[in-house]
């Protein structure tokens, strides 16, 4: 993949990281371009050769930090429950111009909703981490439930009670009234010894 400019795009509209911020540019290529406080890093990536993707990634530097994965600039925007949070989710680029517009859009969100985190504000990185905590357990809860559902389901037409059982009452907390309608129907019809 040819350069699009991101060197030239990220310094235009992220150079105020530099001249007014205190950080320094520690990467640039490309496809990659770093910029590092002493506690924090801000990085465009382009993915240049596969998804054609553009990133903004915001992360803590630091020996405790070195097992974090940094933050997506969409992971700071559902924070801040931005209306533009789904625009930049998955930024796809194949022109320069696309990029160069991107690029101006990742630098005006970053300084409209990050200004907490290109100053290192250790609360509001606890703060996003606790997101992203909430959104990998209510992820991991909903494929469980869709799998549970789908056992219940074939289970419940085949009148396996004891199958329906053990695929929903596990996840009972979570199920819909209906749902805890057949799991109760099911154990009344799975019998004493089926239940577990």
């Known amino acids: 993949m040819p350069d699009l400019g991101l060197q030239t795009q990220t310094e235009r509209h992220f150079g105020f990281l530099v001249s007014e911020k205190g950080y320094k540019c520690t990467q640039s290529t490309p496809y990659q371009v770093r910029?590092?406080?002493?506690?924090?890093?801000?990085?465009?990536?382009?993915?240049?050769?596969?998804s054609f993707e553009l990133g903004l990634l915001v992360g803590k530097n630091g020996s405790e930090?070195?097992?974090?994965?940094p933050f997506s600039i969409d992971e700071i925007l559902r924070l801040r429950?931005?209306?533009?949070?789904?625009?930049?989710?998955?930024v796809q680029?194949?022109?320069?111009?696309?990029?160069?517009?991107f690029v101006q859009q990742l630098a005006q969100?970053?300084?409209t909703y990050g200004a907490d985190f290109i100053a290192g504000n250790k609360h509001s990185f606890?703060?996003?981490?606790?997101?992203?905590?909430?959104?990998?357990?209510?992820?991991?809860?909903?494929?469980?439930l869709r799998k549970a559902r789908a056992e219940a389901d074939t289970a419940w037409h085949k009148k396996d009670y004891p199958g329906v059982v053990r695929a929903l009452k596990p996840l009972r907390a979570a199920l819909t009234a209906a749902e805890v309608?057949?799991?109760?129907?099911?154990?009344?019809?799975s019998g004493p010894d089926n239940c577990n």
Not at 65 to 69: E, G, Y
Not at 181 to 188: C, Q, R, V
């Open 126 to 144: 606890a703060e996003l981490a606790e997101q992203r905590s909430s959104e990998v357990k209510a992820y991991a809860l909903e494929r469980n």
């Open 109 to 111: 969100m970053l300084i």
């Open 35 to 50: 910029f590092d406080s002493p506690t924090t890093f801000i990085e465009l990536v382009y993915d240049g050769n596969r």
């Open 65 to 69: 930090t070195d097992a974090i994965p």
């Open 93 to 101: 680029v194949t022109s320069g111009e696309v990029l160069a517009s």
């Open 81 to 90: 429950r931005a209306p533009e949070a789904k625009q930049f989710s998955l």
């Open 181 to 189: 309608g057949k799991l109760e129907f099911a154990e009344k019809h």
